[in-house]
């Protein structure tokens, strides 16, 4: 059984910082893409930010140049730096990974930025 377990989330004034953590954990083989996303109150779940397992990343325009995904091979551990904070920020964030060839998510961490 492999689980994806989040951290890191709670409440930070606009222009803060937070950093989120997530490990794998159970029968792991392999790992490949990793990634967060996020859903606010009534919109759809959206892609934040995805790393391969060279190091190759993406992010959404919305968060460019403020957040960090990085990724831990060894630890089974990805992480998302977040700084600059804004309240459009707040949301559910969740951790993606396709391990063992199969897509998993995390339960979700919130993040709540006040302005």
């Known amino acids: 059984q492999v689980q994806l377990v989040e951290s890191g989330g709670g409440l930070v004034q606009a222009g803060g910082s937070l950093r989120l953590s997530c490990v794998a954990s159970?029968?792991?083989?392999?790992?490949?893409?990793m990634g967060w996303y996020r859903q606010a109150p009534g919109k759809q779940r959206e892609l934040v930010a995805i790393?391969?397992?060279?190091?190759?990343?993406n992010y959404a325009d919305s968060v460019q140049g403020r957040f960090t995904i990085s990724r831990d091979n060894a630890k089974n551990m990805v992480y998302l730096e977040m700084n600059s904070l804004k309240p459009e920020d707040t949301a559910v964030y969740y951790c993606?990974?396709?391990?063992?060839?199969?897509?998993?998510w995390g339960q979700g961490t919130q993040v709540t930025v006040s302005s």
């Open positions: 993606r990974g396709f391990i063992n060839h199969y897509e998993y």
């Open positions: 159970g029968s792991i083989f392999s790992i490949n893409s």
């Open positions: 790393v391969t397992t060279g190091g190759s990343t």
